[in-house]
């Protein structure tokens, strides 16, 4: 049987540890813990002209920070075309992004987010984000039936945690939206007085074995929860094997 891909989404590093040094040191260390490859984190990029060459060959995703459609329902085509060409530069097959400000308005402009799919080929992945109108099951199922009956055949980055930030439940998700699953990214949840964080998968207040069992179990799988210790290569190492001894 084939091993598990696991990749580390960049930003579980944290952004004062990429920002001293760098995506590619952060993508090289994940490499050497064993993972298969790495997410390019786009709000990371201090100078993406200059940095995004030189992390070519090491991610098979670039998340881009933006949305979709553009506040107001427009079709952000420009936001589409930075994330296709960041995707290129990086060499990465896939561009994660969430769907923004899609409302009954914008359906007619599924046509161009379709015809600038068929210039590329480079694979769209649809993120549930933090917010109401773009991470609730709702939201998303309107936005996928809308899109399959464009004939747009659109898959899902399936966020673990994110459904917590917008008080749905990942298993309900999960069941809904498997099916179009084509990359999970794994995050454990623990809720403070105030807010929910992330935590890794073993810490998480969640029932992250069932929501898992309820995705596919083939396709590539991310660590987007904080990786934090004095011997980070061990730490991260050791959430590698953790996930793919889960998927197993």
């Not at 379709?114 to 939201?139: C, F, H, M, W, Y």
């Not at 966020?159 to 454990?188: I, Q, S």
Request: glycine share 10%; with cysteine.
């Amino acid at each position: 049987m084939a091993t598990l891909p696991v990749l580390i989404s960049l930003s579980s590093f944290g952004a004062a540890e990429v920002g001293r040094h760098g995506q590619l040191w952060c993508a090289q260390l994940a490499r050497a813990a064993g993972a298969d490859s790495v997410e390019v984190r786009g709000e990371l990029l201090r100078d993406p002209a200059a940095e995004l060459p030189t992390l070519a060959g090491h991610a098979s995703v670039y998340s881009s920070p933006e949305g979709l459609w553009a506040e107001g329902g427009w079709l952000d085509n420009a936001a589409l075309q930075r994330g296709i060409a960041a995707a290129t530069t990086l060499g990465a097959k896939r561009l994660k992004m969430a769907i923004g400000d899609f409302r009954a308005s914008s359906h007619g402009s599924l046509w161009g987010l379709k015809v600038a799919l068929s210039e590329t080929r480079i694979e769209l992945l649809i993120e549930n984000d933090q917010t109401v109108g773009a991470g609730t099951l709702p939201a998303l199922q309107t936005f996928f039936d809308v899109a399959d009956r464009a004939g747009l055949n659109l898959g899902m980055t399936f966020d673990m945690g994110n459904w917590h930030w917008v008080g749905e439940c990942p298993l309900e998700a999960a069941k809904a939206l498997g099916h179009r699953v084509r990359y999970v990214h794994c995050k454990g949840v623990q809720r403070l007085p105030a807010k929910w964080v992330a935590v890794p998968l073993t810490e998480s207040a969640a029932p992250w074995r069932a929501v898992l069992r309820a995705l596919p179990a083939d396709v590539p799988h991310a660590i987007e929860y904080p990786l934090i210790g004095d011997d980070l290569l061990a730490v991260t190492r050791q959430q590698i094997d953790i996930i793919r001894a889960v998927r197993a």
